[in-house]
């Protein structure tokens, strides 16, 4: 479904936020008061009923509504609503500081990484709970042998350029999202680089890796993701700026 947006397009210059949005109100507050003055905050709603995307769009938050469920549908549907040169991702429920994202974003327009990602840091008890954090390590380690890449996370937040990103062609509209991502950028000969990030205890309840069975899912979704074959010419495609 076509992303339906509120508010006007900011300048090319700026950059984009994507903040994927299920049933978040309590957090909302939190997260769009930290996002950079001058970055456009754009929260995807995917399918919310406790009044979300009302209270983003009071916040001054873009709205892009994605009705198909999903974590993959809704970073997607933000991307491509998304016309900043550089679009950054960030959960939206109070667990990760879109603030953080600035050091990615310079990173990034200095030309020394194409793609950047947040190594989650538990700040807390109950901030990532252990059979999510075992599942995000196997991934890791199966990452490694697929890749090459020596990633420690496979985290929701990142930072890349936009035209690259759109270029990758991702397909997976679930929770496999992010890897395909990082899989398909590897496969690219992309420049990929990782920094820690506190990671606090998340406003209200996870709808992936909350419980075993959300984590099971997400681990299935991923690994399905890792068996793809690389795209032939993959490595044309670079998220560089020329």
Partial sequence: ???VTNSPSPARSGVDVVLPCLDEAGALPWVLERVPAGWRALVVDNGSTDGSAEIARSLGATVVREERRGFG???HAGLLAATADVVCFCDCDASLDPALLVPFVEEIRAGRADLVLGR???QGRGAW???ARAGNLALSLLLRRRTGLALRDLGPVRAARREALLGLGLTDR???YPLQMVVRAADAG???T???VPYLPRTGD???TGTWRGTWQAVRDMSRVLRETPAAGAAATTGRQR
Avoid: I
């Fill in 1 to 3: 479904m076509k992303a």
């Fill in 73 to 75: 549908a809704a970073c």
């Fill in 120 to 122: 989650r840091r538990p």
């Fill in 129 to 131: 709970p252990a059979h």
């Fill in 174 to 176: 679930r929770s496999g």
């Fill in 190 to 192: 992309w420049r990929v």
């Fill in 194 to 196: 990782e920094h820690d």
């Fill in 206 to 208: 996870s709808k992936v």
